[in-house]
T-cell receptor
Framework: GAVVSQHPSWVICKSGTSVKIECRSL??????MFWYRQFPKQSLMLMAT?????????EQGVEKDKFLINHASLTLSTLTVTSAHPEDSSFYIC????????????????FGEGSWLTVV | KQEVTQIPAALSVPEGENLVLNCSFT??????LQWFRQDPGKGLTSLLL?????REQTSGRLNASLDKSSGRSTLYIAASQPGDSATYLC??????????FGTGTRLAVRP
C-alpha cells in the first residue's frame, strides 16, 4: 500500500522553543493531509486539515498561531509547534489522502508512523 | 457532533479465542467506517474499510460489519493470537472527509 513517512519519530525540546514535524507521502501525491494529536490513553483528535497550496483549516479549539501547518507541495506537509510547553507533549500523527475529497469514493487514508513530542 | 464509542475499553483473552469488538456512533449519516490497529508507540495500521453501501468486509481472520441505521459496527477476530495484542480503533467518516475516532479497545491475547 501507499507509504506516509513522518519525521522525526521522537523529539525532545526545551520549553519555549519550536519544533517541526514533517509528513511526506512517498509514493503518491496527497492533495489533502490531516494532522491529529493523541494524548495518553485517549483517542486521536483531528487538529487541522491541510490542503496543498492553501491555508490549513483548523478544528475548533486548536490555536493556529501555535500549530503552524504548511502544505507546500503534494508530497509534504509540516506541523510546527511554536513556543512549545510541557502540555504540548503528545503523540502527533499525520495522514494523507489521495484522489478525490469525497469519502464515498472509498479511498483509503494512509497514516504516518507518528511523532512523539516531549517538551521539558 | 459525531461521537464514537468503543466497548469494551480493554479485553484480555486466551490465545485461540474468537472475540468481538464493538463500535457505536451517534450520527448515522456516515460515509465510511474504518478499523485500525495501533501498537504501543506506533502509528496506525488500517485493517478494514467499509463503505456506506456495504454491510461487511473480511480480511483473513478479521471480519467487520456495519449497521448504519443502528449506528453500530463490530470487528470479529477469529482464533486470536498473541500477535493480535494491540489497541483497535474504529473511525467514521462524516461531514466530508474528516475522521472521528473511537476511544479504542486495548486487546491482550495471552499465550
Amino acid at each position: 500500500g501507499a507509504v506516509v513517512s513522518q519525521h522525526p519519530s521522537w523529539v525532545i525540546c526545551k520549553s519555549g522553543t519550536s519544533v517541526k514535524i514533517e509528513c511526506r507521502s512517498l509514493d503518491f501525491q496527497a492533495t489533502t493531509m490531516f494532522w491529529y494529536r493523541q494524548f495518553p490513553k485517549q483517542s486521536l483528535m483531528l487538529m487541522a486539515t491541510s490542503n496543498e497550496g492553501s491555508k490549513a483549516t483548523y478544528e475548533q479549539g486548536v490555536e493556529k498561531d501555535k500549530f503552524l501547518i504548511n502544505h507546500a507541495s503534494l508530497t509534504l506537509s509540516t506541523l510546527t509547534v511554536t513556543s512549545a510547553h510541557p502540555e504540548d507533549s503528545s503523540f502527533y500523527i499525520c495522514s494523507a489522502r489521495t484522489g478525490t475529497l469525497d469519502p464515498r469514493s472509498g479511498n483509503t487514508i494512509y497514516f504516518g508512523e507518528g511523532s512523539w513530542l516531549t517538551v521539558v | 457532533k459525531q461521537e464514537v464509542t468503543q466497548i469494551p475499553a480493554a479485553l484480555s483473552v486466551p490465545e485461540g479465542e474468537n472475540l468481538v469488538l464493538n463500535c457505536s456512533f451517534t450520527d448515522s449519516a456516515i460515509y465510511n467506517l474504518q478499523w485500525f490497529r495501533q501498537d504501543p508507540g506506533k502509528g496506525l495500521t488500517s485493517l478494514l474499510l467499509i463503505q456506506s453501501s456495504q454491510r461487511e468486509q473480511t480480511s483473513g481472520r478479521l471480519n467487520a460489519s456495519l449497521d448504519k441505521s443502528s449506528g453500530r459496527s463490530t470487528l470479529y477476530i477469529a482464533a486470536s493470537q498473541p500477535g493480535d495484542s494491540a489497541t483497535y480503533l474504529c473511525a467514521v467518516y462524516s461531514s466530508g472527509d474528516k475522521l472521528t475516532f473511537g476511544t479504542g479497545t486495548r486487546l491482550a491475547v495471552r499465550p
